[in-house]
């Protein structure tokens, strides 16, 4: 089944650490995207990549890094976790049609201590 | 002053009762208005599109886009508990780029 897939699901670490948040999809979709969500706050698009090798930076600046080497997976990396990283991490992926549809995972709540 | 503005709720509803959920923009660049419905620990998945002014109806959900007033509305009839979700209105411009606004959380009361 195509869908989109996000692990761990929850994550809670002291500061300091170093994690590695996954993304993988089945869906043979070019373009990946990370967003950052907090309560009662819009969507912050943190990341996107256009295809295999190519990413960018969003408009919320982050300390976070990705890669993409495969299609289908787009890990997000922080290599000096902060409580201001405390968030809901989002991964979604799209066909790049006229419609940007991004499909969502269901997300990563990280608590950094 | 943000692109996209929502009323973030939260709302709740009776069971049956029209709901309305709306939000503005200050981009006239935006082409596309859509509409995403998230899940309590879920990701948001997309509800409706509608490309410039106009209506679009699905069932018991309606988009209306009114462009010149810069205006987005999400209209649901008869709403049902498995509605109770936060309802995300995004724009999208130029390059592709998804605007969100805050969300809305909706709770519909049996």
């Known amino acids: 089944e195509a869908d989109i897939y996000q692990t761990p699901r929850y994550l809670v670490i002291g500061t300091g650490k170093k994690i590695t948040l996954e993304c993988s999809q089945t869906?043979?979709?070019?373009?990946m995207y990370w967003y950052q969500q907090d309560p009662g706050m819009e969507l912050h698009l943190i990341h996107y990549?256009?295809?295999?090798?190519?990413?960018e930076k969003g408009d919320l600046s982050s300390e976070s890094t990705v890669s993409r080497i495969r299609t289908e997976h787009f890990p997000l990396t922080l290599e000096s976790a902060r409580p201001s990283h405390t968030s809901q991490y989002l991964c979604a992926s799209s066909p790049g049609l006229a419609i940007n549809e991004q499909f969502f995972g269901p997300g990563t709540r990280l608590t950094v201590l | 002053q943000k692109e996209v503005e929502q009323d973030p709720g939260p709302l709740s509803v009776p069971e049956g009762a029209i709901v309305s959920l709306n939000c503005t923009y200050s981009n006239s660049a935006f082409q596309y208005f859509m509409w995403y419905r998230q899940y309590s620990r879920k990701g948001p998945e997309l509800l409706m599109y509608?490309?410039?002014?106009g209506n679009k109806e699905d069932g018991r959900f309606t988009a209306q886009v009114d462009k010149s007033s810069k205006y987005i509305s999400l209209f649901i009839r008869d709403s049902q508990p498995s509605d109770s979700a936060t309802y995300l209105c995004a724009m999208q411009g130029g390059g592709g780029k998804l605007i969100f606004g805050q969300g809305t959380e909706l709770s519909v009361k049996p």
């Open positions: 869906m043979g979709h070019d373009k």
């Open positions: 990549s256009y295809g295999v090798n190519s990413t």
């Open positions: 509608t490309y410039s002014s």
